[in-house]
């Protein structure tokens, strides 16, 4: 009896592993199909904000790189740095990535094919806070965790099982299907063309509210991994010889006090002889909405004097360098 | 420990496979020390208060059973009480003492009673439900007092239904601890499909939706009526898949190791009406409801009045059952209005059906009723959702009173959202009506379910989304 029943049971298990067998191969196949073919096209596309990161990675080689979030996107003219400095520069912000472990990562991607001039890295409010989400949006990372290595480090920040998740291969494409289609259509035309990765809002600030004025005094808890990778941004920097440059761009608001990642970044940029420059409270932007196309972000054409300003202060501090060194 | 998270996946499997392994009277162990490290992935240190319920309700049931019967009514209020207040404090203490605190201020008083700092413990209401239900089914007698106790605490910790349900009544999941489980192919195939499934609902579609429905609920105030209009459909169908989506991978898991947990929903949205809607929503926990209080209560067979009194009271205690917040039993209250609403207005329907001339066009007639029950539910939902009882207000207000453009959060979120949706309708739509047709995940051609099963698969790997959380019943 007891055999009778072992050796159906024997018979069953088999059966289920086969059957679960064949279902996971053909999932395997299908993954592997659909992921191949997603990597190809991820790596054609012409346009949108993924070729944008694309191209900072695989195809600058700009003299000078912006990094930062839409912060960085929407204020900084690569052509008006062009002009400034002489140097050929690339707007490689992204809409969204609020923490230095995008911008590390892309930096590690585009110091391995060769070394620029100058960095400027600009961060917000809240840079350093212990914000989850600034994890999740490392998945932007995912399409390069296979051909990029020198990636990986950071993208495993993600999450603990971020090596496993991998070994799919449509996985690291999750929710790009739609951008990976549209933005390899020639058919489509862009709305907004970015301009050397610069992405100009043409819009003004219409005021719907009374002005406030946010308490930036309190001291929240910091994210350690966070402070780490932003003295990595800096050590790569100082070790490829690098001039870096660390902004806090305007703020259209009044505060009072600084933010406390502000404050912590401004010490360890002195620590590391790293010049910051910190424009978020100043008083020519402060409550120009003529400037603004929201709290935020500076329009057109705040953008362009924020961005001779840097220039020019870029110069001063280069000069006053030199001028050290002799 | 998340039913869509890998740390689950790895546990199902070593669970599984170890349990087919164990010889069966050996199995019991290993089940409840999975419940045990499955809950105790939450917050460890909570699992002493669900010992405390274990062993209280285990020794009441014996009690109950062993005493005469006004003892047996005493062990039971003793049982109720023990378990009650576990919830009172856990769940419902700081929600009375801040209304204490709000009718003190109105008086110019400073409130004495301190608050308690602690965390909702996890399924705290689903563990207690089905508990009590164990101890007022061995009252009634329908339920010999289990013997056993690691079986009794079995039954209470089942990691599958542990967290959110289905909440089991012991007559159906008791002895299904003692039976011996042989691996049957079709329990296994059909587990795994009832999980896919599940999983696809709940990453795929329940997650992308709420990336919309947090963005305009969270900034109500910032987002018009037709944009509120539209995450609030999109909430109904979120909540439908997160919800219907765990209970279809906690029944899959318990089917894969022979266990046959009670279905929890019979695709509610296809509803004629607000009761039917009930009989297909949650369906453990309306049954409870009716089980150990409704019918108590006296259910129908009463006065009219009285019978208004009795389906208030169930459904506001419903309501607060989901959540300690004025929200909920407000929900809970629509939900009980629309009964009433519906049975007085049972005559007048039927002539106005029949005087539109809408009984000789049934289709036409059903769809109405679908739609317009779909709507009410959608309308009781913005309580359930909304962040506060000014929100949902605010958000009523809003919708009646002011149009726009909708709100688009990027357009991929929306197209995959109505994607999303509309698949979901289909599948629905055909398992409701058309049941008998061609089917490509009971197809008798075993190739054809497989390469159905194997697309979700892969739809969750490609537009699921990965990082989409907690299950929104956890917290109740």
Not at chain 2, 331 to 350: C, D, E, S
């Amino acid at each position: 009896m007891i055999k009778k029943i072992n050796s159906r049971t024997g018979k069953v298990l088999a059966y289920c592993f086969v059957q679960l067998a064949l279902f996971v191969a053909i999932v395997v196949l299908i993954d592997f199909g659909i992921g191949n073919l997603l990597q190809h096209f991820y790596f054609t596309m012409k346009r949108g904000t993924q070729y944008r990161t694309t191209y900072a990675i695989e195809k600058t080689t700009a003299d000078i790189i912006i990094f930062g979030s839409s912060r960085a996107v929407h204020q900084y003219d690569p052509l008006i740095f062009e002009e400034r400095l002489k140097l050929s520069c690339y707007n490689a912000g992204r809409d969204g990535e609020e923490s230095t472990l995008y911008h590390y990562a892309v930096l590690k991607g585009i110091t391995k094919r060769y070394t620029p001039k100058i960095v400027i890295l600009d961060l917000m409010n809240g840079e350093l806070g212990n914000q989850l989400y600034s994890y999740d949006r490392l998945a932007s990372l995912s399409p390069y965790y296979h051909t990029h290595p020198e990636l990986r480090s950071i993208i495993d920040l993600r999450s603990k099982h971020e090596t496993l998740r991998k070994i799919s291969s449509i996985y690291p494409f999750n929710s790009l299907i739609i951008s990976i289609f549209t933005n390899n259509l020639n058919a489509r035309k862009e709305k907004n063309p970015d301009i050397q990765g610069y992405l100009p809002i043409q819009s003004t600030k219409i005021i719907t509210k009374a002005l406030s004025t946010y308490d930036k005094t309190e001291q929240y808890d910091l994210d350690s991994i966070k402070i780490s990778v932003l003295k990595l941004f800096i050590g790569e920097c100082n070790q490829k010889k690098i001039k870096l440059f660390i902004i806090c761009s305007p703020y259209y608001e009044k505060e009072t006090g600084t933010d406390y990642s502000i404050v912590n970044i401004e010490k360890i940029a002195a620590s590391k002889n790293i010049d910051f420059f910190n424009f978020g409270q100043d008083s020519f932007y402060l409550k120009r909405p003529e400037l603004f196309c929201d709290v935020l972000h500076l329009n057109k054409n705040g953008a362009t004097i924020f961005s001779n300003t840097v220039a020019e202060k870029i110069m001063l501090a280069d000069k006053s360098r030199t001028t050290l060194q002799h | 420990m998340l039913f869509n998270s890998l740390h689950f996946f790895a546990f199902f499997i070593i669970v599984t496979a170890i349990y087919y392994l164990l010889p069966y009277k050996l199995r019991w162990i290993l089940l409840l020390a999975a419940s045990c490290y499955f809950y105790m992935a939450f917050v460890p240190v909570y699992i002493l208060i669900l010992g405390f319920t274990i062993v209280v309700d285990y020794i009441a049931g014996l009690c109950i059973e062993n005493a005469q019967q006004k003892k047996r009514k005493l062990f039971l209020i003793c049982s109720l009480f023990a378990n009650i207040g576990v919830l009172a404090v856990f769940k419902y203490y700081n929600f009375a003492n801040e209304n204490l605190s709000s009718l003190l201020h109105y008086f110019g008083v400073n409130n004495p009673v301190p608050f308690l700092s602690i965390l909702l413990p996890i399924g705290l209401s689903f563990h207690t439900f089905q508990a009590m239900s164990y101890t007022i089914e061995v009252y009634r007698g329908n339920q010999k007092a289990e013997r056993h106790f690691g079986i009794y605490a079995l039954y209470v910790m089942f990691y599958p239904q542990l967290v959110a349900g289905p909440i089991e009544r012991p007559q159906n999941l008791l002895h299904q601890f003692r039976e011996k489980h042989l691996l049957q192919y079709n329990n296994f195939a059909e587990g795994l499909k009832l999980m896919i499934w599940g999983l696809f609902k709940k990453i795929v579609i329940a997650d992308r939706l709420s990336i919309y429905v947090n963005t305009v609920y969270n900034n109500a105030d910032q987002h018009n009526g037709t944009t509120l209009i539209v995450a609030t459909l999109f909430f109904s169908v979120q909540i439908y898949c997160d919800f219907s989506g765990y209970s279809d991978i906690a029944i899959g898991a318990a089917r894969v190791m022979g266990f046959k947990l009670m279905s929890n929903f019979k695709r509610p949205y296809f509803s004629k009406s607000i009761s039917e809607f009930w009989q297909r929503w949650h369906i453990s926990l309306s049954t409870w409801f009716k089980d150990y209080l409704y019918f108590p209560l006296g259910g129908n067979k009463v006065s009219i009045k009285r019978w208004c009194f009795n389906i208030l009271v169930v459904f506001i205690i419903s309501g607060f059952w989901h959540g300690a917040n004025w929200t909920f039993i407000l929900w809970g209250a629509i939900n009980g209005f629309y009964l009433l609403f519906a049975r007085f207005t049972q005559n007048i329907r039927t002539k106005l059906t029949s005087l539109t001339g809408l009984s000789r066009l049934p289709k036409i007639n059903l769809f109405i009723q679908v739609v317009i029950t779909w709507l009410l539910t959608c309308f009781a939902w913005i309580f359930f959702r909304a962040n506060s009882t000014k929100d949902a207000f605010e958000i009523v207000k809003k919708i009646f009173s002011t149009g726009g453009a909708v709100f688009t959060e990027g357009s991929s979120v929306m197209v995959f959202s109505c994607a999303g949706v509309l698949f979901l309708f289909l599948v629905e739509f055909k398992r409701h009506y058309y049941n008998g047709l061609f089917s490509l995940s009971n197809n008798t051609n075993r190739l054809i379910p497989k390469f159905y099963y194997c697309l979700l698969v892969i739809m969750i790997l490609l537009v699921g989304v990965a990082d989409g959380g907690q299950f929104i019943y956890f917290q109740f």
